[in-house]
């Protein structure tokens, strides 16, 4: 990163990924020459921890960007589709971490390690991933360059974090009162999350996929840039609290032999290897929890198919899966 | 039924497949002549309700299945590769719910909505399938009447039950010490259960595969009689007490579009079709614990294959997956 200090506004800094983005500005010693919290009308007045002192979080409006160099946008598609303009009008570049733009073709969609080159392509706005996307995207990119991906089919095994804070509280709070013999009555999420699993609690389309499921499949087809490549997803919420867990056959076009693929892996940068089998230790959502890296094991050679092959990962959402990825797009955009 | 009351044994009566025997014999109103509940020496001693009246456990031996006509058998491989064949020679017909002899050609592997006409070919002993298998071949199998499947790909979602009684207790247990902020020290499972999901704790094999995802694929293939057919499993254990969910994925060989396969499933035995778009209302573990059938929704064409098709499964482990298909067994062998 260059010398230069950034003037910098979160934008949604009391949700899950707000809180994340304060951790890892301070981790990674993020050169801030100002810091602006902003949020909701409902959250202003409330305070957030940065680098050991409170700050007051501001509403954010219009005017909040004059001056600011960066956004670090998570505060839901809504609110992004009338404040990010209004940022990028005001100077700054802004890194959205919502559904509103990513489908947008002026909009570089980037994960760094597969498409940092995207970065420098943006026109004010660059958006961050849908957390499952990237979890999934980190590990299957290296093996797509290797041996080109054909078609994908991914279940997915996604904690509560993903539906920000209070539904981390909600499954909590929920687990306790199962645990106590009484019946929980579902706020956050429509369904009973403890000791229960449902279908991911977004709007279904016509074709009976869920929201989430087509942003795996949109997203990814536009990162890799193979709007040919196939994608089949089924996408879960399960009890558990900031990792997600991926289930994910891939059919390639040239062979890929299992050593081959962990080579790949091993090297491959955002990946953790973690495949032993003698142990049975594989990929699990607490040990990813907290980390940079998606985890990556159970790689097999899938029998079913010519080129198949299926492994597991885990990947903490919001780190990797938003606030990370978002701050490290930063990163290389300022140096 | 006939009118001739049984002599009936339960080979592993304090496990959590033995408690679900005794629940489906009273439920089922199963003609008993006579109840033998049998247990490791360990738990001999111990004290077994029935009718509300209370048994005690006797250790079980070869000598214990004098004049009995049906053993249902949950006592782990193990003891079931001791303790059967005595059965056996002692003029009993054994409904064993292990692996032991699930894949031996003499033995039939029965899910009586599928091949309950096996029933017949029986020597002695019938065998019942691994639960994960049930789960899915139940909906699975009028989809591959319809239609022929030639490719599976499944992820599974499975309770803590599977591994038994301790292992649920183990699931209540560490998640209260990670609500009140402790470390749980995992004891019946490898893994932290608590808040976690792992992959299957089976033994892997050379190839990669689990056991369990062996079980999936072997038995089903031997049930469904289509050797050649392609199936590739993941098994994860989740924070779910008692019933397995599994994410399917089929390849037909000819097509079957969504409305078809909900039509064919709506008249399935041992199937209900949970698919309501609308309320995002699909199947769900806590709603299929305690139910007979398998509940189905999620389903969906697969655009990333030809004649492909995606649906969502969740049913009761220790009832359909276990004890239940046993004792459907046993009625269908004594009627």
Request: aromatic share 6%; with cysteine; hydrophobic share 45%.
């Amino acid at each position: 990163m260059k010398n230069k200090k950034l003037r910098v506004a979160i934008l949604g800094v009391t949700g899950a990924v707000g809180q994340e983005f304060l951790s890892i500005l301070e981790e990674r010693k993020f050169p801030l020459a100002e810091l602006k919290v902003l949020a909701s009308e409902r959250s202003a007045g409330k305070n957030v921890k940065f680098l050991g002192k409170w700050m007051t979080v501001q509403a954010a409006a219009p005017e909040s960007f004059k001056g600011i160099d960066l956004v670090l946008s998570s505060a839901g598609a809504t609110v992004s589709r009338r404040l990010v303009p209004e940022a990028v009008k005001a100077g700054a570049v802004v890194i959205d971490n919502t559904s509103a733009f990513r489908m947008d073709a002026s909009v570089p969609l980037v994960i760094p390690e597969i498409n940092a080159s995207e970065i420098s392509k943006h026109k004010g706005i660059i958006a961050n991933p849908n957390c499952s996307t990237i979890v999934m995207a980190v590990p299957l990119y290296p093996l797509h360059e290797a041996a080109r991906a054909r078609r994908v089919i991914v279940s997915t095994y996604q904690a509560a974090s993903g539906a920000g804070m209070k539904a981390m509280r909600e499954l909590e709070e929920q687990t306790r009162e199962v645990l106590a013999g009484k019946k929980p009555a579902p706020k956050v999420f429509r369904h009973p999350i403890a000791f229960n699993l449902f279908s991911h609690d977004s709007a279904i389309r016509e074709d009976g996929f869920t929201e989430e499921e087509y942003k795996m499949i949109q997203e990814t087809r536009k990162i890799f840039r193979t709007p040919e490549l196939k994608i089949v997803a089924t996408t879960i919420r399960v009890p558990v609290l900031r990792a997600h867990s991926e289930s994910i056959v891939v059919e390639f076009e040239r062979p890929l032999s299992e050593e081959e693929a962990k080579k790949i892996l091993q090297k491959s940068p955002g990946v953790e290897v973690v495949d032993r089998r003698k142990e049975n230790y594989f990929p699990m959502p607490i040990e990813a929890s907290g980390k940079d890296n998606i985890l990556v094991g159970r790689i097999r050679k899938d029998p079913s198919s010519e080129n198949g092959l299926a492994f597991f990962v885990s990947g903490d959402q919001l780190r990797k899966g938003a606030a990370l990825n978002a701050v490290q797009i930063a990163e290389i955009l300022f140096s």
